[in-house]
């Protein structure tokens, strides 16, 4: 059932710790932008929330891996 060799890793906790600092930054970084965006037209917001809302995604697929594996592909 478990495995004889494994042992526990310190990339979970450092991964989880980073990835909520970085949340953190994103969103900070986010906010900042939103008074401007909100004195454009309503249909000129939707696709830059929408992308905003997206581009975090983009690097978690990779740092998953990495907590996960240890390497970065």
Do not use: C, H, N
């Not at 494994?6 to 969103?27: C, D, E, F």
């Amino acid at each position: 059932m478990s495995d004889p060799d494994w042992k526990p890793t310190w990339r979970k906790p450092v991964g989880v710790l980073a990835l909520l600092i970085g949340m953190l930054i994103y969103s900070g970084i986010v906010v900042t932008l939103v008074e401007p965006i909100s004195r454009w037209p309503v249909l000129a917001q939707v696709p830059v929330y929408l992308v905003l809302g997206i581009v975090w995604l983009l690097p978690l697929r990779r740092f998953l891996i990495w907590m996960e594996t240890g390497r970065w592909g």
